[in-house]
């Protein structure tokens, strides 16, 4: 895994506070929780360390007055996508039963691990990306924020979906790649790869940490 090559000071200024946000993408019961839909036949071992990582994450960006901003899927059945849909339909699953993941009001939404506090931006989205038919954009900017630092799952979904969105939109983006994962280690290490090939600079929790601390 490739991680930010960059001096210390560098990577300072880079992530400075006053222009950062942290972004944590879809860390909720369905995705990440052995008790979620998923964990019935996927097996969340894998996820909890980059779940850890990610608490770890909120923490010190919270103590560094660093803006966290939790995304996460919301679903009901009016907001399901029809081409998702017909996708399932055509590979021979069952949309009724493969869709219903995060559903809006149902535990399985719920985030899982870090918390959002009382004043913390939420954004529900109903796709992939945390940029699709949200105001995220939009309130980063009222935030004054141009640069970013990412965690989440599934990291070749969600988290690239919603990093590529990220730098087309001009935003300098950076991956915490110990606090991202995928229920396959190959997924994880292959989309890792693309997003630093071609959207964002890998960097991890402990070089945000140094970066961050007084």
């Known amino acids: 895994m490739t991680t930010v090559v960059c001096a210390a000071d560098d990577l300072k200024t880079w992530i ?8 944590v993408i879809d860390i909720q019961v369905d995705f990440a929780s052995p008790e979620g839909a ?11 360390p980059a779940v850890a990582a990610a608490a770890n994450l909120v923490e010190t960006a919270r103590a560094a007055n660093v803006p966290v901003v939790f995304v996460g899927l919301f679903t009901t059945p009016e907001t399901d996508s029809l081409s998702w849909r017909e996708r399932t339909r055509r590979r021979g699953g069952d949309p009724d039963n493969e869709n219903a993941l995060c559903r ?5 939404s719920d985030f899982y691990g870090p918390q959002p506090l009382p004043g913390e931006l939420v954004v529900r989205k ?9 105001d995220l954009d939009a309130r980063l900017k009222t935030l004054g924020v141009d640069t970013l630092v990412v965690a989440g799952v599934t990291t070749e979904c969600c988290v690239d979906s919603t990093v590529r969105d990220a730098f087309s939109l001009d935003y ?11 229920y396959e ?3 994880h290490v292959a989309s890792l790869k693309m997003m630093e090939l071609n959207s964002a600079i890998l960097t991890d929790t402990a070089q945000v940490a140094t970066a961050w601390s007084a």
């Open 185 to 187: 280690e190959d997924l």
């Open 16 to 23: 400075a506070p006053s222009r950062t946000a942290v972004l």
């Open 104 to 108: 809006l009001g149902e535990v399985g």
């Open 172 to 182: 300098h983006v950076f991956v915490a790649a110990d606090a991202c994962a995928a």
């Open 126 to 134: 109903t796709r992939y990306s945390g940029f699709g038919g949200t």
């Open 38 to 48: 998923l964990g019935a036949y996927v097996d969340m071992s894998g996820v909890q």
